[in-house]
């Protein structure tokens, strides 16, 4: 199947914009996710039989994960169980509807297994994801955990920020088995801004309020960083954190550097894919070296092949997720990534 694609499938789909190609993939993936038995059953075959792996109280069927953007809507969330995921976040999801930014705004760079997108959030809000959700079996029976990804519409100031985030918490908080907070998007405009201790320390704090109200069951909240911060800022973040109490941190989002990248002309946006593979696993060593392994950490970036999963693992990652490998490698990626961390000669 991997060579089909590679050899046949993959060029078919590259003769297509990068958005047209990506609306078909999610046409037949949302077509598929509606024969749920058939998904739990691919699910079993596929996820890998390395045992569950527990994280921040979640149990996880393997290690890999779909990361968030590829699935804004929640809309094929049993298919990619089904094509070996072991977890799937959905979003950014955003409590109003919104287009996004305008095209063309998704860009592949084939040579370097790179993709540069400036998306702006573009998702049907909360209330869509939510009906979406609710046909899915809820937390703790589903066929691998799924997390939701939330962010704040573009036209919310900064200082109303916090608004944004709980309602999306609140609207969405029984249908999710985890949230990522994501602040660190390059492509809201001054989002960034709220990885500031200030502003960020308001949004988790406010987030775990709700998350402790009398008769919640609490659910595991992630911050999601960007890979272009100074260790010195990430070790500011990472008080935020401690004092917040959230449970832990996805390292990383995309990068506006393009360093890593031979000179020429690259589109303005978000850098993921193969260049963004080292920084992200130092950004990783460094932040499970601070918090002595303790932390729960979701690794993304640069996964291409099992080496480079492995590498996060032995990084100080508890789990990994994947977007722009799983577009080069194939459907079937995480299912060979799953099998090939079985393989990989330690344990996690």
Not at 318 to 323: C, G, I, K, S
Request: aromatic share 8%.
């Amino acid at each position: 199947m991997d060579v089909l694609y590679e050899k046949v499938l993959r060029p078919l789909f590259f003769r297509l914009g990068p958005e047209r190609a990506h609306e078909y993939g999610r046409n037949f993936l949302q077509s598929l996710s509606c024969i749920q038995p058939l998904c739990r059953l691919l699910a079993g075959m596929n996820q890998g039989k390395s045992g569950p792996i527990e994280v921040a109280g979640l149990t996880f069927p393997n290690h890999v994960g779909l990361a968030a953007g590829m699935d804004k809507d929640a809309d094929f969330v049993p298919a990619s169980a089904a094509l070996g995921f072991g977890h799937v976040e959905v979003g950014t999801v955003t409590p109003k509807p919104q287009p996004g930014n305008p095209q063309p705004r998704l860009f592949r760079y084939p040579q370097q297994e790179a993709i540069v997108n400036r998306m702006g959030f573009n998702n049907r809000g909360m209330e869509a994801m939510a009906k979406r959700l609710r046909r899915l079996p809820p937390p703790g029976k589903r066929t691998c955990p799924v997390g939701v990804n939330i962010g704040k519409n573009k036209n919310t100031p900064l200082e109303d920020a916090v608004n944004d985030y709980t309602a999306c918490f609140s609207h969405l908080v029984g249908l999710a088995d985890y949230f990522t907070v994501n602040v660190s998007s390059p492509n809201t405009e001054g989002l960034r801004e709220l990885q500031e201790r200030s502003r960020l320390l308001e949004i988790l704090g406010a987030l775990e309020g709700l998350n402790r109200l009398p008769g919640e069951r609490g659910v595991p909240i992630f911050l999601k960083i960007a890979p272009d911060l100074s260790f010195h800022q990430i070790a500011e973040i990472l008080e935020v954190v401690n004092e917040s109490g959230v449970t832990g941190i996805v390292a990383t989002n995309t990068t506006i550097q393009r360093h890593n990248l031979p000179h020429g002309d690259y589109e303005r946006g978000g850098l993921s894919g193969k260049p963004l593979q080292l920084r992200s696993t130092d950004v990783v060593r460094f932040l499970s070296k601070e918090t002595g392994g303790k932390m729960p950490i979701i690794g993304v970036g640069g996964i291409h092949d099992a080496a480079s999963a492995a590498e996060k693992l032995d990084a100080g990652a508890h789990l990994v997720q994947l977007y722009s490998g799983w577009i080069y490698r194939g459907p079937f990626f995480a299912r060979e990534l799953a099998r090939g961390l079985r393989f990989h000669g330690k344990a996690w």
